[in-house]
Every structure is written in C-alpha cells, then in structure tokens.
C-alpha cells in the first residue's frame, strides 16, 4: 500500500507557473506509475499527466501539453508537476495517483491510490 500527500498548491496569475509535488510513503515507490488528476468545480475528474515507473514514459492531456512537464524521483519518493504558462480553466483541485502496474493509464479507474488534492486557482 501507498500513501500519497499533495503540496505546492495556492494562487498563481494567468501566465505564472507552479510546482506540485507528490510525496509517497512506502518502500515501493518505484513500482508504481504515478499520476496527475485535476477536478474543477462542477466538473468530472480529469485525466492530465502521467509517467511510468522508470520515468521513460510520460502522458499529457492535449489541453496541458507543451505547457505541464511531469517527473519523478525514485530515490525522494516524489512525483512533480511543473505548470508553466497556466490559464484560468487550470484552475482546480489536483491529486496524485499511484497505479501498480507497469502500463501508463489515462482512466482515473485504473488508479489504486489517490492523494487528499491540493487547490491550484488560477486568478487575477
């Protein structure tokens, strides 16, 4: 089992950037792909970043690619998500989810454990 907890959220302006992390408990980090959910208000959890185990391999979502750069440290523990460039529609709650499989899903049902979330609002 894992245990995920979210940090670097806040307030950022249209433009700024942003670093989330993700930090995970347990000695099996590196056995898991991680990845990055967001939920905005109304909304339906949605799928934006995801990397594999070793880090070779990452997913975007078409409306973060070239602007969201995900990673990872095996040896910290941690995942990250650098938002760059952030627009008002980024606005959401993010959340960290750990896969125990060595395949890079998009489906928020192939997750197995999820972080609390961390508020990211984007604003003027």
């Known amino acids: 089992q894992v245990q995920l907890v979210e940090s670097g959220g806040g307030l950022v302006q249209p433009g700024g950037s942003l670093r989330l992390s993700c930090a995970a408990s347990?000695?099996?980090?590196?056995?898991?792909?991680m990845g990055w959910f967001r939920q905005a208000p109304g909304k339906v959890r949605e799928f934006v970043s995801a990397?594999?185990?070793?880090?070779?391999?990452?997913k975007y979502s078409d409306f973060v690619k070239g602007r969201f750069t995900i990673s990872r440290d095996n040896v910290q523990n941690t995942v990250y998500l650098q938002m760059n460039s952030v627009k008002f529609e980024d606005t959401a709650v993010y959340y960290c989810a750990a896969d125990n499989t060595f395949l890079v899903h998009t489906t928020l049902s192939d997750y197995d454990y999820w972080g609390q979330g961390t508020q990211v609002t984007v604003s003027s």
């Open positions: 347990g000695r099996t980090f590196g056995s898991y792909t």
């Open positions: 990397i594999s185990r070793s880090g070779g391999t990452t």
